[in-house]
């Protein structure tokens, strides 16, 4: 399980990149880059053999990248946003008109060096659980990337439903929030029910013990 290429492109200008083993990763990530349809910020996943492309596009940067099947897709995503982070802080501005492989000697080393801590670091997929899954981790669907190559039409494969599931956890919480107040205010009626019952009983045996109801006995 492992991540094997990495790429950051504007557009499709390819910025830096870097690969683990020879292969024609590279060729295959400039089709993609150059399918993905519109400009707006997106996530898919794109599966070739037993390999699948993912691909993080935010604020007109694309960063891509070839992982086994068998590593799922949290750990890619993580790392995809991790490299996006470290990119902007990086080059700032720069990046609107970098030229292309401006940023490669430089920052492939940074490639290198956080594709090798996603795929052997055990802690790097235990603090994305820890957060939460992380912002990046979207529902994608995988299309066979003969497919998206062999069709000349534009690419609509992302499903994302970040903002659906964003809305489904608000109302459960929303939910949750109401279903615990109103046990509470059950649980704090019954309380004052049990109090009043247990006075009522023992005016009752006052009044019994006392010989009358205004316990004229015990009053004396």
């Known amino acids: 399980m492992s991540i094997l290429y990495s790429l950051v492109a504007r557009g499709s200008v390819a910025l830096a990149e870097f690969s683990t083993a020879t292969t024609n990763a590279g060729a295959t990530a400039r089709q993609i880059l150059e399918k993905l349809p519109g400009n707006n910020d997106s996530n898919a996943s794109y599966s070739q053999d037993r390999y699948?492309?993912?691909?993080?596009?935010?604020?007109?940067?694309?960063?891509?990248?070839?992982?086994?099947?068998t590593l799922g897709r949290r750990i890619p995503f993580a790392f995809l946003e991790d490299i996006h982070q470290r990119f902007v802080k990086t080059y700032g501005r720069a990046i609107i008109s970098a030229p292309a492989y401006a940023m490669n000697n430089e920052f492939s080393r940074v490639l290198s060096q956080q594709m090798d801590h996603y795929t052997n670091d055990p802690n790097a997929d235990r603090i994305n659980r820890l957060k939460g899954e992380m912002s990046q981790v979207?529902?994608?669907m995988i299309e066979n990337i003969d497919k998206v190559l062999d069709r000349g039409d534009r690419l609509e494969l992302l499903v994302d439903k970040t903002s659906a599931f964003?809305?489904?956890?608000?109302?459960?919480?929303?939910?949750?929030?109401?279903?615990?107040?109103?046990?509470?205010?059950?649980?704090?009626?019954?309380?004052?029910?049990?109090?009043f019952l247990f006075l009522i009983t023992i005016y009752i045996?006052?009044?019994?013990?006392?010989?009358?109801?205004?316990?004229?006995s015990c009053l004396k």
């Open 138 to 140: 979207r529902n994608v």
């Open 205 to 216: 045996i006052l009044a019994f013990v006392c010989h009358g109801p205004l316990l004229p």
């Open 52 to 69: 699948i492309f993912h691909v993080k596009r935010t604020d007109g940067l694309t960063i891509l990248c070839m992982a086994d099947d």
């Open 166 to 195: 964003q809305g489904n956890a608000f109302r459960f919480k929303k939910q949750s929030r109401r279903y615990r107040n109103t046990i509470w205010w059950r649980n704090v009626k019954l309380t004052f029910m049990l109090v």
